[in-house]
């Protein structure tokens, strides 16, 4: 017999708390889902564009350096960042498919841990590691000097929290 409140069915998320939710509560306008467990859990699906994190003349940039293997995903976007996420912090990110229920609007959908302030920070971090590794691999020791230097003046909360408030992440707007 069932729980109350913990679904039966093909479309059960098991939260990275251990709660259980049905698909169906995460749609696609979602950012964060306020769980009975007293967290708050960021909810990225596949449809989110990569500027709900990054400028976009950074996901410019990143689409033209960053080479993608997959047919499905032919540019670099939110799935590759998410799978960034999700290498750094398996235990703390579940990834469901819904490609088989297109009802839902999404194919890929992921559920933090953390909330999605800290998943915007988070992103921000491993893309300016990400960053930083290509520097060193370029023969140019000046630019590797020149990013660290910038790098050191750089506060990742200041830049997430003047981006969210010029993107207005409160607003109900899907795409952003």
């Keep these: 017999m069932s729980e109350p409140r913990v679904p039966d069915g093909d479309d059960a ?7 259980t939710r049905s698909m169906s509560v995460f749609d ?9 467990c007293g967290a708050s859990h960021a909810v990225v699906t596949d449809v ?6 990054l400028p976009e003349f950074l996901v410019v940039t ?8 997959s047919d499905e995903m032919p540019e670099f976007g939110t799935p590759h960042l998410m799978g960034i996420v999700l290498e750094e912090f398996p235990e703390e990110v579940v990834a469901e498919d819904a490609s088989e229920n297109p009802d839902m609007g999404y194919s890929m959908l992921w559920i ?4 999605s302030r800290r998943l915007h920070e988070i ?12 520097i060193s691999h370029a023969d140019d020791n000046s630019a590797m000097t020149q ?14 929290e003047q981006y969210r408030a010029e993107r207005d992440l409160d607003a109900d707007d899907v795409y952003v």
Excluded: K, W
């Design 147 to 160: 990013f660290e230097e910038q790098m050191l003046q750089f506060d990742v909360s200041e830049f997430v």
């Design 123 to 134: 992103i921000v971090e491993l893309v300016v590691e990400l960053m930083e590794h290509a």
């Design 112 to 115: 933090t841990a953390f909330d």
């Design 62 to 69: 990143l689409r033209e350096a960053v080479e993608t293997t």
């Design 28 to 36: 696609l306008g979602m950012r964060e889902y306020d769980c009975a």
């Design 48 to 53: 989110n564009p990569p500027e709900r994190f």
């Design 13 to 19: 998320v098991e939260l990275p708390c251990g709660e």
